[in-house]
């Protein structure tokens, strides 16, 4: 069973950046790819980013590519989002998620999720 607690959300302006951390526990890290979600108000919970198990792969939402980079430490067991030019659209809740299957991350069924951690952008 995979705990996660994400970090990092607040108030920024647009334009500005936030980074985002996911700390997990009670299981192997690495033999989990992790991801990113949010959802914002009225709205499905959509995919942002994702990384294999040990780093070497990533993918993003179209939206987010050349303003967002997930990273993770295996060595601690984290996963980062470090958002650049974020826009007021991209106010939400953040989602740390996790699955032994990348692909699965990918296509927004991970079998594990975080509480979620709120970030919003002011125009």
């Known amino acids: 069973q995979v705990q996660l607690v994400e970090s990092g959300g607040g108030l920024v302006q647009a334009g500005g950046s936030l980074r985002l951390s996911c700390a997990a526990s009670?299981?192997?890290?690495?033999?989990?790819?992790m991801g990113w979600f949010r959802q914002a108000p009225g709205k499905e919970r959509e995919f942002v980013a994702a990384?294999?198990?040990?780093?070497?792969?990533?993918y993003y939402a179209d939206s987010v590519k050349g303003r967002f980079t997930i990273s993770r430490d295996n060595a601690k067991s984290t996963v980062s989002l470090q958002m650049n030019s974020l826009k007021p659209e991209e106010t939400a809740v953040y989602y740390c998620?996790?699955?032994?299957?990348?692909?699965?991350?990918?296509?927004?069924?991970?079998?594990?999720w975080g509480q979620g951690t709120q970030v919003t952008v002011s125009s």
């Open positions: 990384i294999s198990r040990r780093g070497r792969s990533t």
């Open positions: 009670g299981g192997t890290f690495n033999t989990y790819g």
């Open positions: 998620a996790a699955d032994p299957a990348t692909d699965r991350v990918r296509v927004g069924a991970p079998g594990y």
